[in-house]
């Protein structure tokens, strides 16, 4: 039993990041780059209603791998060793989930703080000018890019701390 | 100058690049405790 909650929340965060990470590619490989494809009259449908949907499971499914997360390093015993990147104890399978771990918080804060902020104007969720618009767009497409790029090494920092001996 | 994020095929590449760097510090990090 005492293995138990260390696999439960193994299980819930590989749940909420599959979710997160899916949302995210989601906006990168499929809507940003065919936004343009779609006759204007159409746009709202993406905007008004898909967006905002897709990005209210993307905020939130982002806390709660980071959370799930925490905990389970936590429950491993490596939490502080995997935030020092293994520095401290040379062991390179806590440098590994520790890049991972930090990697993700990166992205976490970039959604939070980045890019929920910019959309919330981009989508019309919130009244700006049109120039702050395309502005707040802009740099929400661009941290969202950011993300796509660092989930590249996360995922990888994280799935060899479990699955090779470097 | 474009910023090469606005591409999709160079944030791939970017992520690859920074993967290999990845792995070489973390393989660095073990074989200075092992030395």
């Known amino acids: 039993m005492v ?4 696999f439960f929340f193994r ?29 204007d009259e159409q746009k709202p449908a993406i905007s008004k209603v898909i967006a905002p949907a897709a990005l209210f499971w993307f905020r939130w499914s982002a806390l709660a791998t980071v ?12 939490l502080g060793d995997a935030m020092m990147l293994g520095l401290n104890t040379g062991v390179s399978t806590e440098a590994a989930i520790g890049f991972g771990m930090w990697l993700g918080l990166i992205m ?3 959604v939070w703080f980045v890019i929920w902020p910019n959309q919330k104007k981009a989508l019309g969720m919130v009244e ?3 120039e702050d618009k395309a502005k ?16 590249i090494p996360m ?6 701390a479990q699955n090779y001996g470097y | 100058m474009k910023n090469p994020l606005e591409s999709l095929h160079m ?17 660095a990090i073990g074989a200075s405790a092992g030395a």
């Open chain 1, 108 to 110: 976490a804060a970039n």
């Open chain 1, 11 to 39: 299980w819930l965060h590989v749940l909420s990041g599959v979710m997160w990470i899916g949302l995210l590619w989601y906006f990168n490989f499929v809507q940003i780059p065919n936004m343009g494809k779609i006759p």
């Open chain 1, 128 to 130: 700006v000018s049109a």
């Open chain 1, 3 to 6: 293995e138990y909650w260390p």
């Open chain 1, 67 to 78: 959370i799930t997360g925490l905990i389970l390093a936590g429950f491993n015993g490596y």
């Open chain 1, 155 to 160: 995922l990888y920092a994280m799935v060899s």
């Open chain 2, 11 to 27: 944030t791939i590449v970017m992520g690859v690049v920074l993967t290999v760097a990845l792995h070489l510090v973390v393989a």
């Open chain 1, 136 to 151: 707040a767009a802009r740099t929400a497409m661009l941290f969202s890019r950011t993300n796509t790029m660092l989930s």
